[in-house]
């Protein structure tokens, strides 16, 4: 299972940025697809997930300024990121869980960089 992530880049504090994380498997295989980020000298943390059934869940932090997706159709999940704050910068990878089958296993994405400034 490839996953592919895009769309970071610099944006202002208050700004919005939009991620993209594209599967190589029917995202409907998937049981959960999760973002994380990581900033420099930090852990990496989890941000949000969304299940195949649709159930979101996200951290405390971004609650009510993030919102995680998926396009069945497209094979991708997206992170809809609104009022974006200097602390959120970090590069964001997404991550895809697969629990039962051949292809059962956690897969990662590549990062992609968000930069807010203040």
């Known amino acids: 299972v490839q996953l592919q992530a895009s769309g970071g880049g610099l944006v202002q504090a208050g700004g919005s940025l939009r991620l993209s994380c594209a599967s190589s498997l029917s995202i409907s295989r998937i049981n959960t697809i999760n973002w994380y980020r990581q900033a420099p000298g930090n852990q990496r943390e989890w941000v949000a997930a969304v299940t195949s059934s649709g159930r979101t869940t996200y951290f405390d932090s971004v609650k009510g300024r993030f919102t995680i997706s998926r396009d069945n159709a497209k094979n991708t999940v997206y992170l809809q990121m609104n009022s974006l704050r200097p602390e959120d910068t970090a590069a964001y990878f997404c991550?895809?869980?697969?629990?039962?089958?051949?292809?059962?296993?956690?897969?990662w994405g590549q990062g992609t960089q968000v930069t807010v400034s203040s």
């Open positions: 991550n895809a869980k697969v629990f039962v089958g051949n292809l059962r296993g956690n897969y």
